[in-house]
């Protein structure tokens, strides 16, 4: 049992992953959705452009999240799973789904935090510094934590991160 429960949270969150990095570069960076694009594109990229504002010591209050354009694809997949999975398993991929969305909107934000007590690991920064990436290039680096999807879609640019011996990463 302890195995299938774990095949289905990797699952489900590679699905997450992949789901948000395919709603990022086709609903935030294009105009299939205008508000979404110009909630994302105008706000989000301009508050924290790449030049000058990447950073900040608080969260955007103007941020205009797009984060909730995600829900209806997160309950299309409860509901694949709902009617695809025995309970046991539908109640582990809901609990995956919802953690995964919570955990990414809370990255998310701490990306942009030049205060973030997240920055003390190294993953934070590698993760941090590919989402950077993605503003200095926003045809690049869709993903925010799980980048399996940028690498399938050829998206992926990789940081080029010293660490702490100076050697790069």
Known sequence: MTFYLLITVVITYQIIGITQAVL????GHKRLIPFVFDSHTKFHHTIYNSNCTFESTVYS????SISYTF???AMLIAGMAYLSLPFFLFITALLTVIASFIMQV?????????NSRL???SWFK?????HRIHHMDQTSNFGLINFNCDRIMGTFVSPE????????A
């Open 24 to 27: 990022h570069r086709y609903i």
């Open 61 to 64: 209050k103007e941020e205009a």
């Open 71 to 73: 829900i209806p694809f």
């Open 106 to 114: 809370y990255l998310h934000a701490q990306f942009h935090l030049a």
């Open 119 to 121: 920055q003390r690991f």
């Open 126 to 130: 590698r993760c941090k510094e590919i």
């Open 161 to 168: 991160i010293e660490n702490e011996t100076g050697k790069q």
